[in-house]
């Protein structure tokens, strides 16, 4: 029992132990980095071997003397192993069935086939053991990736090397004994057996702390890049929310709890007095039912909208979309009222005559079409009229082209302005134009264009008298728009041809 308080050997046992379970608290609590996992197993595994060794020292048992010996170095074998997992290298397994294979085969043939000197199953052993680290450190001492490792990389090749320098010593030390015939009965006499209980189980230990070492630091070394990279995203979030064209703002059930400094240049109010708001307040009132179905939909799609800026309107673009699960939204506001603008400007180009501000030919019979099926469903009348200036050629021939174009835009401003909001007026030709007049039906539209042409013939158009012909025709159900052109046309050419400056009505 004395002997006990001083043995190395559980002193040895005990440290293994209390490796294994440092290890398995180092997996736990560094997991999902990978090398922790494989060096607990390696531990387990080299614990296990220990304790069937010593149930072998108290049975004799040949079974658990191969099984002891294959154990431990099958767990120096995984250690290493993890080794090549942490720096991210191809892991060498086939060392962890080759060393235990190769020291069962030794272990069989001394116990089954024909006893070997047990300083030279030592030398074996420990020839194993000690080439084993040799690769993991090598790796550790070369690897170039993560700089601020590399102190601690070198500190666990170093206690590696030393490990590994004081086993191949032992195996050194075993052959020659072996050699000269000795064998110890008694280990406590024996330096191959003191050697890794003194020197090799120590190194061990400052192993595996300089591997909880090199794992913590890689945590620590992450964790600092992770925080440089959140505070860098957070900071370019913050110039892009600051250099950006839109008026940016972050949501809560509505209110505006976060806004970009282009929010308050957009909508001329403060960041105290957009934050707490309700987003439609941002918005004219008739849009504001608008801004609460958008925010229950929250579709990231841009929608148009009147807001307001110091109570006048503009035209914004906005787009919300969900920010998180909590509910937080976030909106993309943009002053679009140049763009309208533009567009207005296309859209009136696109559809208008340059001369006249009358439809082109083409908006006519876009938007006549769509009347005519109006009046067909609502089943109202509608007629079309067909006006030609008379004897234009004359004007232009007398006067010049440049009061030809005058008289003609005169003469279109004034159909446009004796026109209904709901009338369509186009030029078709050089002097030639057509009215389309909706829910009107061939009396009314007579009247009113019988107004027109005695209105016309009553004043001067830059000085000149000029008379208009015009040909009108009452839509008949079925009839389509070329259809009543025709006829509308027809009755113009009877207008012309029975003297001009008159109406005709179509048959
Ligand atoms: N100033 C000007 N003249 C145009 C324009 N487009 C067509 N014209 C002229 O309009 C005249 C049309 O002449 P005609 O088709 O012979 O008809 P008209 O002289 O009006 O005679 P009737 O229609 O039979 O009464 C031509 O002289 C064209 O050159 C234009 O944009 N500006």
């Keep these: ?149 590399s102190g601690v990389r070198r500190f666990v090749a170093l206690a590696f090397a030393g490990f590994a320098l004081i086993t191949l010593l032992r195996a050194l030390l075993g052959l020659i004994d072996g050699l000269q015939g000795i064998e ?43 925080a440089e990279q959140a505070e860098d995203s957070a900071e370019r979030f913050e110039r892009l929310m600051r250099i950006t064209q839109a008026g940016v703002v972050v949501l809560e059930r509505g209110r505006i709890v976060d806004a970009n400094p282009m929010l308050e240049t957009l909508f001329a109010r403060s960041r105290e007095h957009l934050l707490g ?16 179905e958008l925010l229950g939909r929250a579709d990231g799609q841009p929608h148009d909208l009147e807001a307001l800026r110091d109570a006048v309107p503009f035209a914004a673009e906005i787009s919300i979309a969900q920010l998180r699960e909590d509910g937080r939204q976030v909106a993309e506001i943009r002053d679009v009222s140049r763009r309208k603008a533009l567009e207005q400007q296309l859209l009136h180009l696109a559809t208008t005559d340059p001369l006249t501000e009358a439809l082109n030919r083409r908006a006519f019979e876009e938007r006549a079409s769509q009347a005519l099926q109006r009046s067909q469903r609502q089943n109202l009348p509608l007629c079309l009229a067909m006006l030609d200036l008379d004897h234009f050629k004359q004007v232009n021939d007398r006067h010049g082209h440049i009061t030809g174009d005058a008289v003609l835009r005169e003469f279109s401003l004034l159909c446009r302005q004796r ?71 027809t009755a113009l050419y009877a207008a012309k041809v029975a003297g001009r400056d008159r109406l005709m009505r179509a048959t």
Excluded: K
């Design 1 to 149: 029992m004395e002997t006990l308080y001083f043995s190395p050997l559980l002193l040895g046992i005990n440290l293994m132990l209390g490796c294994a379970i440092a290890s398995t608290a180092l997996w736990y609590f560094a997991r999902p980095y990978c090398g922790p996992g494989v060096w607990m197993s390696g531990a387990w595994t080299l614990n296990l071997g220990i304790w069937l060794f010593i149930g072998y020292m108290a049975s004799a048992s040949p079974w658990l003397n191969i099984a002891g010996n294959s154990l431990q170095l099958a767990g120096e074998a995984l250690l290493m192993v993890g080794v090549f997992r942490f720096l991210g290298l191809p892991p060498p397994w086939w060392t962890v069935p080759a060393s235990a294979g190769a020291m069962s085969l030794v272990m069989s043939w001394h116990w089954f086939v024909a006893p070997i000197n047990t300083e030279f199953v030592v030398t074996f052993y420990a020839l194993i053991g000690g080439l084993l680290p040799i690769q993991a450190c090598r790796a550790l001492w070369v690897a170039r990736e993560e700089p601020e490792l």
């Design 419 to 489: 026109a209904r909001a709901t009338d369509l007026f186009a030029r078709v030709g050089g002097e030639e134009f057509i009215l389309l007049l909706p829910d009107s039906d061939l009396e009314a539209a007579a009247q009113g264009l019988e107004r027109l042409r005695t209105n016309l013939a009553e004043r001067n158009l830059q000085g000149l008298r000029i008379s208009v012909s015009i040909g009108l025709a009452e839509w008949r159900p079925g009839e389509t728009l070329e259809q009543l052109q025709q006829r509308a046309d």
């Design 277 to 292: 708001a309700e987003l439609h307040s941002l918005f004219a009132p008739a849009e504001q039912i608008r801004v609460e």
């Design 184 to 226: 110890h009965v008694d280990v406590t006499r024996s330096v191959p057996y003191l050697l890794p209980y003194n020197f090799g189980i120590p190194l061990w230990v400052i192993g595996l702390v300089g591997l909880a070492l090199m794992t913590m630091r890689r945590i620590l070394a992450d964790s600092r890049r992770h």
